[in-house]
């Protein structure tokens, strides 16, 4: 069974930037082969995807952020990343990744907050 451990959120100021990383692991888990995405819930908010790579490295964005955010991986650490420049206060919520069809258990998420 795969888990997901979200890292990287905090408090920042509107325009700032922040990296999350989430690191992947599990037994008979071939992470390379998934395609896998970042999503976001705000509060009294449905969870959203925001972000989304292929295995083979094809990106895919929401309107919301697009241009402003990055996704990326590394298969040798089971690892997906967020970079996100430019923040806005909208921006802010509980960060979570998992497959990009969000079939996966959810993991703890880590919090984003933009505010001056």
């Known amino acids: 069974q795969v888990q997901f451990v979200e890292s990287g959120g905090g408090l920042v100021q509107p325009g700032g930037s922040l990296r999350l990383s989430c690191a992947a692991s599990?037994?008979?888990?071939?992470?390379?082969?998934?395609?896998m995405g970042w999503y976001r819930q705000a509060p009294g908010k449905q969870r959203e995807l925001v972000a989304s790579?292929?295995?083979?490295?094809?990106?895919n964005y929401a309107s919301a952020v697009k241009g402003r955010f990055t996704i990326s991986r590394d298969n040798a650490k089971n690892t997906v990343y967020l970079q996100m420049n430019v923040l806005k206060p909208e921006d802010t919520a509980v960060y979570y990744c998992?497959?990009?069809?969000?079939?996966?258990?959810w993991g703890q998420g880590t919090q984003v907050t933009v505010s001056s």
């Open positions: 998992n497959f990009r069809d969000g079939s996966a258990a």
């Open positions: 599990g037994s008979v888990f071939r992470f390379s082969i998934y395609a």
């Open positions: 790579i292929t295995s083979g490295g094809s990106t």
